[in-house]
């Protein structure tokens, strides 16, 4: 089956540091990517959709300068959150869209997520 | 208004027993895709079964089903023969299609204990 990783499963950064999240689809391309964010016990709230060799597209309230998303591939997309803080703490998941598999819908992948904290 | 509504925050069900999780949604578009997805621990999501609007059917998957009214925007999950193993949160979706792309919209997710 398709399978899609993420990169780190787990970070822990300084306040007002910035890091890197890497979203790959391992055995397919995709040309959609998805970034959702997952605070505990709660659903997944969709951040932004990105699409390969063009800017991704943001979610209302998610701040675009604070969550910069780069799918510069077919394989790879990535989350940068700059200057981060303590309420960026969250789960952040991606998922990436299998084109061509499905009649009608193309299928999601989903990443195993990675675990954001700020101290 | 894009919204799923789950409306048992935690369900529980005795090993090789049946139970039903409900999910209603609002959408004015005719053609969408169904979904629930599984959350183990591991918070690893994987799809348990999709539903297509236009399907008056209702998918199957193994011990997976679905009681999918569209008229009444109603898509409740059966599982039969419930196993230790299907502890997880469940959380309903459907499909939007915004600006000529397609997204998904989840429901805040009912967490399933199974009881030995």
């Known amino acids: 089956g398709a399978v899609v990783s993420q990169h780190p499963s787990r970070v822990i950064c300084k306040s007002g540091t910035s890091v890197k999240i890497e979203c790959r689809s391992l055995d397919f391309q995709a040309t959609t990517m998805f970034w959702y964010r997952q605070f505990p016990k709660q659903s997944l709230m969709l951040m932004a959709t990105?699409?390969?060799?063009?800017?991704?597209?943001?979610e209302q309230g998610v701040e675009k300068d604070k969550f910069l998303i780069n799918h510069a591939s077919l394989t790879l997309s990535t989350l940068t959150v700059t200057s981060a803080h303590p309420e960026d703490s969250s789960f952040y998941i991606c998922?990436?869209?299998?084109?061509?598999?499905?009649?009608?819908?193309?299928?999601?992948?989903f990443g195993p997520g990675t675990r954001l904290t700020v101290t | 208004a894009q919204t799923v509504t789950q409306s048992q925050p935690e369900m529980s069900v005795q090993e090789a027993e049946t139970v039903t999780l409900s999910c209603t949604y609002d959408?004015?578009?005719?053609?969408?895709?169904l979904f629930w997805y599984k959350q183990p621990p591991s918070r690893q999501m994987i799809l348990v079964i999709r539903q297509e609007a236009y399907k008056q059917q209702n998918a199957t998957e193994n011990r997976f089903s679905v009681n999918f009214q569209k008229a009444a925007k109603s898509f409740s999950l059966k599982i039969s023969d419930s196993q230790l193993g299907d502890a997880a949160m469940y959380f309903c979706a459907y499909t939007v299609t915004q600006g000529g792309s397609e997204k998904l919209v989840f429901g805040k997710g009912t967490k399933l204990t199974v009881n030995p």
């Open positions: 959408t004015s578009e005719s053609d969408y895709y």
């Open positions: 990105s699409n390969e060799g063009s800017k991704a597209t943001y």
């Open positions: 998922s990436a869209r299998h084109t061509g598999t499905g009649v009608l819908w193309d299928e999601q992948y």
